[in-house]
């Protein structure tokens, strides 16, 4: 059934389908190889804002959450990251029940756009030899300093240099306190002076500092529950769906985002890229071409969603 919310979305789709052409025509004025190719990369993504608009106004529940940052509970926990069900040709579905209808469309829309670019650079790139094709797509993560359990305050660029897997959690969210164990082994597994775990708790100080009293936890976590909410929506997330890790590259690149429980399999295989990338096997733009199915591919069927 067409919700209000379907309908909503769907009119901010076609005005920014329209903004979008009219962008892609303004670019058009301009021979640069780059500007035609966001020229090409800003139509494409608003034209798919629009159909996964209307895709997800039929598909996802209408279930919305409370006010704050929302957890997928105990629900069975599928591999296959949200915008990457759409981006790979999956069945769109709901894959929590309190997903924001546009938090998905956000997600879905940034990968895609992300996607298209490094897709179109390879292609014309491969056949051109033309200078701008030297030019890497730029996705850092952003600057932003939060207070450890002490108080005192860090900062993102201590860990300049090394590759970093970032854990948005909090002590309220079930599949946030599954992962602990996990990133506790690879903390014990990876060198650190190559890689650096992170946690950020979306909650107050007091509930972590207790939660910790009875639960190991090996890497260092950051606390402040409204900024931790902030940063997060500066990489891609808002409204904040809880458990959500980042993984970024030796050269502070977002590498790969997952809303959603992490599985030590998906872990280990993009590391793996990371450190193709690192040593120069695979650039970074190879790399994002040939994640997706190696992260699906990783997973042994019984952790695979149906």
Known sequence: MLTSTGIGAAAAAIMLALAGLAGFI??????DLVNYINGWV????????FLAALVFTYTSASV?????PACCGSEGSGYTNIADTVISGGH???????????????????KTCLYYRILLLTLICSFSGMPACAQEVDYRRPDFSLPDLDGKQRSISEWDGKAMIINFWATWCIPCKREIPLFNQIDADYDDTELQVLGIAVDTPENVSEYLQTTAMSYLTLVEEDKAQEVAAAFISDPLVLPFTVFLDHQGRVFWMQVEEMQREQIDVILEY?????????????AQLQLVNA???ALPESKQTP
């Open 295 to 297: 992260v699906a591919m």
């Open 42 to 49: 800003l139509l494409t993504g608003f034209v798919l804002l």
């Open 26 to 31: 303004w670019m058009l004025g301009d021979v």
């Open 274 to 286: 990371i450190g193709k990338v690192d040593s120069g096997e695979l650039s970074y733009e190879q």
């Open 64 to 68: 919305k959450s409370p006010g704050g």
């Open 92 to 110: 769109a579905r709901p894959v929590y029940r309190n997903l924001y209808h546009h938090s998905i469309v956000i997600i879905m829309i940034k």
